[in-house]
């Protein structure tokens, strides 16, 4: 079986540009959460998505939104990027929201 | 929100020995606590996790136990092997939340 695919895995941007990120769930998987890992540092929650629908949104500013698609795939925006930005995006899906199964990650540099 | 706390931040042991990790977590609504393992540029994975109706669970060479009345719990893991060495996460989600808030990993280091 597949596990979670996240996509591109390294993107390099400069200030002020915007991102898209993409993650292809585990199949039959309806959730999917995207997480912020800065080195050293445990992953903060960025979203969770459960059937297309928004089910939870971090302390994160509005230059960041998601969706889910139909196929229960997901995208993650970044936009007017800031060199704080740069972290490891990782993208996790599950069954309901619990036991949450990670991708590789798109390391995203903002220089 | 939630704050989850690691202790401690590194652990070196001696291959053979046993490591356990502690956390510690302020919100009492919690009731789902996992373990995440990752190794240097690779994705955390799941090592094991434990709901807030049980007091301990084992996998093989590792555990973990849960103690709700002191908002703690600790990750064991024995017979330490060169490969456990990696950075440990754990996580806690509350009632009705859907987001794990995780701590800032142990990094645990097995000397052969």
């Known amino acids: 079986d597949a596990g979670v695919t996240q996509s591109p895995t390294h993107l390099i941007k400069t200030r002020g540009q915007q991102v898209t990120l993409r993650c292809s769930p585990i199949s039959g998987h309806k959730s999917v959460s995207w997480y912020q890992q800065v080195l050293g540092q445990g992953p903060q929650f960025i979203f969770q998505y459960y059937e297309k629908e928004e089910r939870g949104r971090g302390n994160f500013p509005d230059r960041f939104s998601a969706r889910q698609f139909p196929n229960y795939s997901s995208e993650l925006n970044v936009n007017a990027l800031l060199l704080g930005d740069s972290a490891l995006y990782l993208c996790a899906s599950s069954l309901r929201g619990e036991k949450l199964f990670f991708g590789s990650g798109t390391q995203l540099s903002v220089l | 929100g939630e704050n989850v706390e690691q202790h401690p931040s590194t652990l070196s042991v001696q291959e053979g020995d046993s490591a356990v990790i502690k956390c510690t977590y302020s919100?009492?609504?919690?009731?789902?606590f996992p373990w995440y393992k990752q190794e240097l540029g690779k994705r955390p994975q799941l090592i094991i996790d434990i709901r807030s109706n049980v007091g301990e669970k084992k996998d093989q060479r590792i555990a973990v136990t849960l103690n709700k009345t002191a908002k703690h719990f600790s990750l064991h893991i024995t017979e330490t092997q060169p490969e456990d060495s990696a950075v440990y996460f754990c996580a806690s989600l509350g009632d009705g939340n859907n987001r794990l808030a995780f701590g800032k990993g142990n990094q645990v280091v097995v000397i052969p």
């Open positions: 919100d009492s609504a919690s009731n789902y």
